[in-house]
């Protein structure tokens, strides 16, 4: 599975993004996906995640309430619509997938790209 990870930009707090993770191969369907960020000189902590079909949400408690996290199969697309931002949200973030899904960032073996995301105070 290859991941591309788009849709970062700069923002206001108090603003929205949405970011999608975009997969090519014909087995997206059967794979967990995570989203995952990492600010500068911070470990990479997971965000949101996912299950294959998009029956189990899970999110870390700094972004509950605020981001959603969702998927549609058909087009092989994990978004993460982000609203309510703050400066601290700001980081690269990264979506990620596997066949189990968790909220450890090791356990997931495919990676995208990272896409920016600030956010202005």
């Known amino acids: 599975v290859q991941l591309q990870a788009f849709g970062g930009g700069l923002v206001q707090a108090g603003g929205s993004l949405r970011l999608s993770c975009a997969a090519s191969g014909r087995t997206f369907s059967s794979y967990a996906v995570g989203w995952f960020r990492q600010a500068p000189e911070k470990e990479r902590e997971f965000v949101a995640g996912?299950?294959?079909?998009?029956?189990?949400?899970y999110y870390a408690d700094s972004v509950k309430g605020r981001f959603t996290i969702s998927r549609v199969n058909a087009w092989n697309t994990v978004y993460l619509q982000m609203n309510s931002l703050k400066p601290e949200d700001t980081a690269v973030y990264y979506c990620?997938?596997?066949?189990?899904?968790?909220?450890?960032?090791?356990?997931?073996?495919?990676w995208g790209q990272g896409t920016q995301v600030t956010v202005s105070s």
């Open positions: 996912i299950g294959f079909s998009g029956g189990r949400l």
């Open positions: 990620a997938a596997d066949q189990t899904g968790s909220q450890d960032p090791q356990i997931y073996h495919y």
